[in-house]
């Protein structure tokens, strides 16, 4: 059919193949490459008219730069596509469903944003005279009261980056109050199922780490912990809900048994978005734990943004918890900066200044449109979803351990035995389905594990959506009919399979230019 | 010569009072693609379950145990720069570091390779 500019109206019948068909730009279409931005622009293109300087006399004493700075000369609409496509290769919690296992990537709610950019806070300065942003400190300060009424702990230090950082704010905390006591103790007890990060913190305080196994029912096998601890056991570092996806359900005797040989209880906070207003941590003997403000309370992170790791601290650790945090007094609030006063036993600061303030507003304005029984919910449903999940795939995959899950539903591979197709290929196989893959092979303790943790954001539909597509996904790999359509998997992501040996052995850490 | 293993995959094999450590074929299956390995100072005093060296895969990263207490007399320094010989021939010429053992009683303890293929038969 033409239309009256003899333009045609309709398709011709459209021919099949596309897995072959090349492009002259190496487009296609909406999936735009883009070059390296060194290898982009020209020398000279700037993005800004500037005046060329006057004379002047440089105060550098003689030290200042000869060659050129490697920098590419470029236009400003060339910076923005570059960007801008990059960003369209790339997979996001705003674009789809990103079921990544102890990761708790929900949805970022615009709210948080739009406080965030109130100019009252999001124009202010962390070196600003504290009469001036009294505003951002009772944020502060109202937050810590959040998240002390929310895990029933005394006291809090916001400064931490991140979750890693709020662990190594932790255990030097423990590390404070053993030297306090005069006491030199060398072991940390870490189950095997712990986050790597766990391990890693005990050693960066020069402890030495001491693996408990796990039971058959994926906890921490209590009597293998009893039997390592001692007077040189500084403490335990335990996760819970764990990487399993299962709640510690000794946890208390857990604390008593580390309390007993004088040690302490580091809880890591990860997997609380599990167990957020249900459970509150301070009566389970806990002394320290991080929140991943980026996880439970939903600022961004992934590549969205930075992390934030506020510690709780039990009366036994609290005064050596860093500076600087936020005091609240009649005259309004002060910053306590230095370890002196009431902060004599403070081990010090661990960040320049007082942590991410962008994320305490995000999180403040989370727990406030949420509401105490709005939070409770969030458990129960990211619970309830995850469960969903498992129920929903439980007949075609394994699950190493019997039961209801917390927040994460945990699949080793034992399914996918001689099929040709491994944990690997159905995650890169998920993602020509449009999703962000599950955390695959961790924990390490289950054979080729998958991971799944949906969170609390997700709907039936976009639930359904997924276990649809993974039966399918897992039907087809058992029928053993085309394991090519798993191992040949992605097809139309951005690029094929990645050489990641090739990448790990001779990693290319270094730009250089091709014509030099 | 005796070749024997652990059920932490490290194989053992002693000729005199000195002892070649490395992980089993088993072992590099698991791990899939080598791409570091860390072996330990020559002169290193170990205990048995010491952690000898670091074996790090496109997978996971993993420690691996002295099979039996010795000093560490020579170490397999080609692994650097070609960490796939662990894949190629882990038990040969993937071989992590040599140990003069300090009580050649403790290899009783060990499984022989018999003993060592039904173990891991046994994992599935």
């Known amino acids: ?516 | 010569m005796t070749k024997k293993y652990t059920e932490d995959h490290e194989w053992i094999s002693l000729d005199g009072d000195i002892a070649t450590v490395g992980i089993s074929n088993y072992a590099q299956e698991q791990l899939g693609d080598v791409v570091f390995v860390e072996v330990p100072e020559v002169g290193a005093e170990m205990g048995k379950g010491d952690e000898l060296a670091v074996v790090e895969s496109v997978k996971a990263a993993s420690e691996v145990y002295a099979p039996v207490a010795g000093e560490v007399t020579e170490v397999n320094e080609d692994l650097e720069a070609n960490p796939s010989m662990v894949n190629e021939d882990s038990e040969g010429s993937g071989w992590f570091a040599k140990l003069k053992v300090a009580d050649l009683g403790e290899l009783d303890a060990l499984m022989d390779e018999a003993a060592y293929q039904d173990y891991v038969k046994g994992l599935g």
């Open chain 1, 1 to 516: 059919m033409l239309n009256n500019v003899g333009r045609p109206t309709r398709p011709e019948e459209m021919d099949g193949e596309v897995d072959n068909f090349e492009t002259y730009t190496g487009n296609k279409a909406l999936n735009l490459e883009t070059p390296l931005i060194f290898e982009q622009g020209e020398p000279g293109r700037v993005g800004v008219d500037l005046p060329e300087p006057k004379e002047f006399t440089d105060r550098l004493g003689g030290l200042s730069r000869e060659g050129n700075i490697g920098l590419p000369d470029l236009s400003e609409p060339q910076v923005l596509r570059h960007y801008v496509r990059l960003s369209r290769q790339n997979y996001s919690i705003d674009a789809g469903f990103y079921p990544l296992g102890s990761c708790t990537m929900k949805h970022n709610p615009r709210i948080n944003e739009k406080a965030a950019r109130l100019p009252g806070l999001g124009d202010i300065h962390p070196l600003q005279p504290v009469e001036t942003v009294q505003g951002a400190l009772e944020l502060i300060y109202e937050l810590g009261e959040w998240l002390k009424t929310i895990t029933g702990m005394p006291a809090v230090a916001m400064s931490p980056a991140a979750g890693a950082h709020g662990e190594l704010c932790g255990v030097m905390a423990i590390r404070a109050a053993h030297d306090a006591k005069g006491e030199a103790r060398t072991r940390i007890l870490v189950p095997e199922s712990a986050h790597g990060t766990n391990p890693a913190t005990a050693a960066l305080c020069g402890y030495k780490v001491d693996a408990v196994q796990a039971r058959p029912d994926g906890r921490m096998d209590i009597e293998a912990f009893k039997a390592k601890l001692g007077p040189d056991v500084a403490g335990v570092m335990l996760t819970n809900p764990n990487t399993c996806g299962l709640f510690e359900n000794d946890v208390k005797e857990i604390a008593d048994l580390i309390h007993g040989v004088g040690g302490y209880f580091y809880c890591d906070g990860a997997n609380f978005n599990a167990i957020l207003g249900r459970t509150r941590v301070g009566d389970l003997g806990v002394d320290a734990m991080h929140i991943n403000l980026h996880k439970t309370f939903s600022t961004p992170h992934g590549g969205g943004g930075p992390g934030s790791g506020p510690v709780v601290f039990s009366d036994a650790l609290a005064a050596y918890a860093p500076v600087p945090y936020v005091v609240k007094g009649e005259e309004g609030y002060r910053l306590q900066e230095q370890v002196e006063g009431d902060a004599q036993d403070s081990f010090g600061r661990m960040k320049g200044n007082h942590g991410q303030m962008g994320m305490f507003i995000r999180a403040l304005a989370y727990m406030l449109s949420h509401g105490a029984d709005g939070l409770k919910q969030i458990a129960e449903d990211a619970v309830l979803n995850a469960n969903y999940v498992r129920v929903g795939l439980n007949d075609l995959l394994h699950s190493p351990y019997d039961g209801i899950c917390m927040h994460e539903a945990l699949f080793d591979d034992s399914t996918l035995k001689d099929t040709g197709v491994t944990t690997l290929d159905i995650a890169k196989a998920m993602i020509d389905e449009g999703y962000h893959p599950m955390t695959m092979y961790f924990p390490l303790v289950v054979h080729g594990a998958m991971l799944i943790e949906p969170t609390e954001s997700e709907s039936k539909e976009t639930l359904d959506m997924f276990i649809g597509s993974m039966r399918h996904l897992i039907s087809k790999a058992q029928s053993g009919e085309s394991p090519e359509h798993f191992t040949q998997a992605p097809r139309f992501a951005p690029r094929r399979r990645l050489d990641e040996t090739s990448a790990a052995r001779k990693p290319v850490l270094r730009w250089t230019s091709s014509a030099s």
